[in-house]
């Protein structure tokens, strides 16, 4: 399989600009989304990709898949897997590899930028000097954010990451996940909405996927203090949009801080007019640091592959 006529790389989607001319000097790449006829493309191009390099928030069709008969790798540049079938993708003996353990610290460090830039107002005092009205008057109180409940809807390395720094600000920590984490200390929630029910703020730190599609959705907003903020860097797909927006309006939470959404690039119009709500582009792992890291990663896996020992970085 690994043959010279197949030793082509398959970008469907753009990445860093570091990585590109990594993989273009070493392998043949061809990039799909510069296709006018992407189908056309691979029907006649397909059979010599063994390999596929694309984005967590983009993945892979299964329709794509089908044209590429050699293909044996998805090298996704991130950590999620919710756009790939990777049920598929194992009937197909396709290996999958993620950039595990390189984007943890930078999550963590904006999931505590969003909550403190909401419980803090910091945005709005940003706009509230900008536009002179420190002249005239005062900027409304904020929420203190030292001493209080941060609730974790998954404690994987991210969520770990983020109760670690919670604590540094006296935090009590709160978590649900599939199961009890041994050796953790932190209080665990048997179900969702009891964590809900007991955190000033909710943080999503959870895997995407269908089967937690929606699982933020009114049932939790309605357990939730009417002074807790929803914090989200995981997937928007998490969260019942609707639903949060009609929360937010009437008060039932006090805010929001998301860098994920439902449909990026497209925000709903009324969450971006709300003062109540810190929106940021699904940019958690964006620092030059960092994505310089995911390149060396993905780059790592695509050459194992190519040279047929153990991939780095692969799932099960």
Not at 90 to 105: E, K
Request: aromatic residues 6%; proline residues 3%.
């Amino acid at each position: 399989m690994n043959t010279a006529m197949t030793r082509a790389v398959l970008l469907v989607a753009p990445v860093v600009e570091s990585l590109q001319a990594q993989l273009s000097d070493a392998f043949p790449v061809y990039r799909l989304y510069e296709q006018e006829d992407p189908i056309g493309f691979l029907r006649e191009h397909g059979e010599h990709i063994a390999a596929v390099v694309t984005r967590g928030d983009v993945g892979v069709q299964n329709n794509v898949l089908e044209l590429l008969p050699h293909v044996g790798l998805i090298a996704i540049f991130g950590v999620g897997t919710d756009a790939v079938d990777l049920d598929f993708v194992r009937t197909r003996q396709i290996a999958v590899t993620i950039t595990s353990g390189v984007l943890t610290n930078d999550v963590a460090d904006l999931a505590m930028g969003l909550l403190l830039a909401g419980a803090r107002k910091l945005c709005l005092g940003d706009r509230f000097v900008r536009e002179g009205q420190w002249l005239t008057g005062g900027l409304p109180l904020a929420t203190q954010v030292s001493g209080k409940r941060i609730g974790l809807l998954g404690m994987g390395n991210i969520g770990q990451a983020i109760a670690r720094r919670a604590r540094g600000f006296d935090m009590e920590v709160l978590y649900t996940d599939r199961k009890k984490v041994t050796g953790l200390d932190y209080q665990w929630c048997a179900d969702l909405h009891t964590l809900a029910h007991e955190s000033d703020f909710l943080v999503i730190a959870a895997s995407g996927g269908e089967a937690n599609r929606g699982i933020i959705d009114a049932s939790v907003f309605n357990v939730m203090p009417g002074h807790a903020w929803l914090i989200n860097i995981a997937r928007g797909s998490l969260v019942d949009e609707e639903a949060l927006i009609d929360a937010l309006q009437k008060g039932v939470i006090a805010g929001a801080g998301l860098d994920v959404f439902a449909d990026e690039p497209n925000v709903p119009a009324q969450l971006i007019a709300l003062d109540n709500v810190v929106l940021q582009p699904h940019v958690a792992s964006a620092t030059h640091e960092t994505r310089q890291k995911m390149s060396d990663v993905v780059f790592a896996n695509v050459a194992a592959y190519f040279a047929g020992v153990r991939l780095p970085n692969a799932i099960d």
